[in-house]
């Protein structure tokens, strides 16, 4: 065989693979299914190489000064320096850590507040004429607006910082929890009553459960606003925590260590919404089949 | 044994336009052995009837007894079926079946054991841990009835149950639901548009007429009697007396309209 033939071959070999990589899992028997149903990883990897390409050819070409975009290399050297050496007197590891428990440590706290009130606001006048002006009149305002104002009441120690992120994931998990329990059919409901069933086994019974997809899908959005609340929240007189060290950073210029902040805080958002995802499809497989 | 009776019930909506009056004077007997069908156009008020006999909707006017005691809300005595099946997504087939006896506190090895026995009788067998969601339209409506007798109410009612079946699974479910009610002597008010499928199944029919909601007329038959005593389910519904009985129906129906 001579060496054009093979390539030819190779070249008829990768034009087949490309063809494949559109057709591959396409699922068979669903081809009239839900719009954008089917995965979609590979388009996203090939994206998320894309956008990398492109970062890497605009700074190697020197279009922009490192200044304002260092290449992608230049923080990738960042990333290694600060996750052995630390900056400002934390590697980032421990920088990611502390972010990490404030957001859960808020997080937490909505749950067990959040949730309860709002299941309360929809299946009782009371909690929700009680609970409705205070949260309606909060949730529009910035959590940058109302920062100081924690701070003058809760000083600038780590509760003002969680109460910060606090604030910013109840809002949006009580409306959810609250629009969750109309989720339950009124048929579901006749029926249980039609058994007996007293108006508390009709909540536990029915309209807890019905809620729950709602109730998940709400964490899953409100996870996302602490983190959007995290930089905000690491302003006040921290020490470590990843707002706190792109915030510093940027007072130096030091653009590479933003810009990895910027990609690890991503980053984390992004994983721990894979894995509210995850419990999702465990939790409520039959979500939106009903 | 009870009887199940509906005296002069009224049922007015009050709505901006003017009140709706739903139900008009309505008097119904459900006795031993009976299987009470309601037809007529939409809106004529059959599903507001179905809803008072259960409990749900108070009745503007009359009373609704079992047996001289006037019901005072919904209770484990009449259990419904639904167009819309209502199974719980969360819960899998035999969760379903015996979600009735759960309410009731039944434990649950006893109300596995009851929601097996009606598992068989529906011909669901194998299906126990299946997820509803994954099971066909027919199926579904079956565990829908299958919940509903497990937990043995005196009376059955079903708002268009088999509503949203094809024909031919919907005349397989008819089949069936003649054979469960026979073998488990319920009584049963049964909502449907289809004429064919009243005549079939009822042992009574009613025809009702909108605006406002009225019985109009009723009918007592027998195919149903003459289906369990043996005779095939296509051969009735070809016969002479039932195609009379299918036009004098729709003639009445066609009337109202
Ligand atoms: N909750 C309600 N509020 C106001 N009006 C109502 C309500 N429920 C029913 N109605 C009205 O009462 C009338 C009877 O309704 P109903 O649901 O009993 O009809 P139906 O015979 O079951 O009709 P279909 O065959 O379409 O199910 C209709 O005019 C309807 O608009
Ligand atoms: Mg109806």
Not at chain 1, 64 to 79: A, G, R
Not at chain 1, 112 to 141: C, Q, S
Not at chain 2, 180 to 200: M, Y
């Amino acid at each position: 065989m001579t060496v054009e033939a093979n390539h030819k071959q190779a070249g008829r070999g990768i034009a087949r693979v490309l063809m494949n990589i559109g057709r591959r899992r396409r699922p068979t028997t669903e081809v009239y299914g839900q719009p954008g149903a089917g995965r979609s990883s590979l388009i996203s990897f090939a994206t998320a190489f894309v956008l990398l390409l492109v970062w890497w050819l605009v700074t190697n070409a020197e279009l922009v000064k490192p200044l304002f975009l260092p290449p992608p290399e230049m923080v990738f050297d960042k990333f290694v320096e600060v996750s052995s050496e630390g900056f400002n007197n934390a590697t980032l590891f421990e920088h990611a850590l502390q972010s990490i428990m404030r957001v859960f440590a808020a997080f937490a706290l909505a749950c067990v507040t959040a949730i309860p009130i709002g299941i309360g606001m929809g299946v009782n006048k009371l909690m929700r004429g009680l609970f409705d002006p205070p949260i309606e009149f909060y949730r529009p305002i910035p959590p940058l607006a109302y920062l100081p104002l924690i701070i003058i009441w809760f000083g600038i120690g780590e509760t003002s910082k969680i109460l910060l992120i606090y604030l910013g994931i109840f809002a949006p998990l009580a409306l959810s929890a609250r629009a969750g329990v109309r989720s339950a059919s009124i048929e579901q409901i006749h029926v249980a009553y039609s058994f007996g069933a007293s108006r508390w086994q009709v909540l536990k019974h029915v309209v807890f459960k019905a809620a729950l997809p709602e109730i998940l899908t709400g964490m899953r959005i409100a996870i996302g606003f602490g983190w959007t609340v995290l930089v905000a929240a690491e302003m006040v007189a921290a020490t470590s925590g990843l707002g706190y060290m792109v915030l510093s950073a940027s007072e130096f210029l030091n653009t590479s260590v933003v810009i990895l902040g910027i990609i690890v805080i991503g980053f984390l958002a992004y994983m721990f919404d894979m894995i509210m995802r995850f419990i999702e499809g465990k939790l409520v497989p039959w979500k939106g089949r009903a | 044994m009870s009887t199940l009776q509906a005296d002069n019930v009224s049922v007015v909506f009050p709505a901006d336009s003017g009140d709706v009056h739903a139900l008009d004077k309505a008097s119904l007997t459900i006795g031993e052995g009976d299987f009470v069908v309601a037809l007529g156009a939409s809106g004529c008020g059959k599903t507001t009837l179905l809803n008072a006999i259960a409990g749900f909707l108070a009745p503007t006017e009359g009373t609704i007894a079992i047996d001289g005691t006037p019901i005072g809300g919904p209770g484990a005595d009449r259990a419904v079926v639904f167009q819309k099946h209502a199974l719980m997504p969360w819960l899998n087939v035999i969760d379903n079946v015996a979600f009735g006896l759960q309410i009731q506190g039944v434990e649950r090895a006893k109300r596995y054991e009851m929601a097996n026995q009606y598992l068989s009788l529906l011909g669901l067998e194998g299906f126990e841990t299946s997820a509803v969601y994954q099971l066909s339209g027919g199926m579904q409506q079956r565990v829908g009835v299958a919940r509903a007798l497990a937990t043995d109410p005196e009376i059955l009612l079903m708002d268009k149950p088999l509503g949203a079946l094809d024909a031919l699974t919907r005349e397989s479910v008819q089949e069936i639901l003649l054979r469960v009610w026979s073998e488990t002597r319920k009584k049963v008010f049964f909502i449907t548009h289809s004429v064919e499928e009243a005549l079939f199944l009822g042992t009574k029919l009613i025809l009702m007429s909108p605006r406002p909601g009225r019985i109009t007329h009723t009918y007592d038959l027998d195919f149903s009697r003459r289906y369990l005593r043996g005779e095939p389910a296509r051969a009735i519904k070809a016969s002479q007396d039932f195609i009379e009985m299918r036009e004098d129906v729709l003639s009445r129906i066609h009337g109202d309209a």
